[in-house]
């Protein structure tokens, strides 16, 4: 253990998939962030002393406080180091965030902030999805469905068919900045989707709540769809409830 800023440091482990040594380094240090490690206000070690902490060289580093920066986690100012930036500044909303908050063990205030952003967003798109879908984005959705039925939840490629349902969905309402928030709505699909099978079992079925909503879509019926949309999101915290009080 050693001290920085008043607080207690850690070695921290380096994620080992692959990525860029930079973007390992990052992702390290942001998910230490978020799980409360370094705590709004503190500052970071020096340049020199962090890189021999994780074992990396100085330009991982600087490259990885670069990435941070960008993403509102923290701020490098001369003289004073580099600080974790208040929660206020933090991109939430970004997908690698929410990837590093599900690594360790986010709030239930977090989780039930992520499923209110998604019941404030999603039955509106859905009800401009029904008004303005194409037969192609009937079709892709049609094929996210099944893929999800084959697949199923609890594998990676299951939920990535979930995704690409919801994306499809966002996309057929034809909205710009809508399509803005796609990748970090389905971003809280998936990693809620994630947290709810990780200490239990699959819960239920969630396809028919799919399946209805998709009928919605091809009825064309936006206000049954913003009902379908709802009503999906509603029993899907109902489904993660039990995991947050684990």
């Not at 994780?54 to 670069?66: D, N, P």
């Not at 900045?177 to 990780?198: D, G, N």
Request: hydrophobic share 45%; aromatic share 4%.
């Amino acid at each position: 253990m050693e001290r920085h800023g008043g607080r207690e440091g850690v070695r921290l482990p380096l994620a080992s998939v692959g990525d860029r040594i930079h973007g390992s380094v990052a992702r390290t240090l942001g998910a230490a962030i978020l799980a409360g490690r370094y705590k709004p206000g503190d500052v970071l070690p020096g340049e020199i002393e962090f890189s021999d902490v994780l074992g990396v060289s100085r330009t991982a580093y600087r490259e990885a406080i670069r990435i941070l920066s960008a993403k509102g986690l923290v701020e490098s100012r001369p003289k004073t180091g580099t600080r974790v930036s208040a929660r206020s500044r933090w991109n939430l909303l970004d997908p690698d965030i929410l990837a590093w908050a599900f690594e360790g063990e986010p709030s239930e205030v977090f989780i039930r902030d992520l499923f209110e952003l998604r019941m404030i967003v999603e039955p509106a798109a859905a009800a401009l999805a029904a008004e303005r879908r194409s037969a192609e984005d009937i079709a892709r959705m049609g094929e996210a469905l099944d893929e999800m039925a084959r697949l199923g939840l609890a594998c990676e490629a299951g939920r990535a068919a979930d995704q690409a349902f919801h994306n499809a969905i966002l996309e057929a309402a034809r909205n710009g900045p809508l399509m803005a928030l796609s990748s970090s709505i389905a971003a809280a699909v998936t990693w809620t989707t994630i947290y709810k099978h990780r200490r239990r079992g699959i819960p239920r079925d969630p396809m028919p709540d799919h399946r209805a909503l998709y009928d919605t879509l091809v009825a064309g019926d936006p206000e049954a769809a913003r009902t379908a949309m709802t009503d999906l999101i509603r029993l899907a915290l109902a489904d993660t409830e039990p995991s947050m009080k684990a």
